[in-house]
Nanobody, 122 residues
Framework: QVDLVESGGGLVQPGGSLRLSCANS????????MSWYRQAPGKERDLVAR???????NLADSVKGRFTISGDNAKNTVYLQMNNLKPEDTAVYYC????????????????WGQGTQVTVSS
């Protein structure tokens, strides 16, 4: 079992910044890609940002120029730096990891974090 532990959410004023972290607890989990999704009340869960093992990134159009996704392989952690936050960024943010376990390389697996609340309000 792979646990993804998220942190860094909270309440921030419009224009402020937050950095979310997602740490993978299982060193024998080889990650193909890690992603951040978000889900606002009454809405679907949407992809916000993604980073591949090779470091390629992509961002949703709504956050381009404001959010950055990065990874620290030594710490087995992925980050989402969120700048110039807007009220419409308010949501629960979920970390997602896709990859394989060392003892079962033939099976592609996907795991989710528990979610962290981000609220942007004055």
């Amino acid at each position: 079992q792979v646990d993804l532990v998220e942190s860094g959410g909270g309440l921030v004023q419009p224009g402020g910044s937050l950095r979310l972290s997602c740490a993978n607890s299982e060193r024998r989990f080889s990650i193909n890609r890690m992603s951040w999704y978000r889900q606002a009340p009454g809405k679907e869960r949407d992809l916000v940002a993604r980073i591949s093992r090779g470091g390629d990134t992509n961002l949703a159009d709504s956050v381009k120029g404001r959010f950055t996704i990065s990874g620290d392989n030594a710490k087995n952690t992925v980050y989402l730096q969120m700048n110039n936050l807007k009220p419409e960024d308010t949501a629960v943010y979920y970390c997602n990891a896709q990859g394989t376990l060392a003892w079962d390389l033939a099976r592609l697996r996907e795991y989710w974090g528990q979610g962290t609340q981000v609220t942007v309000s004055s």
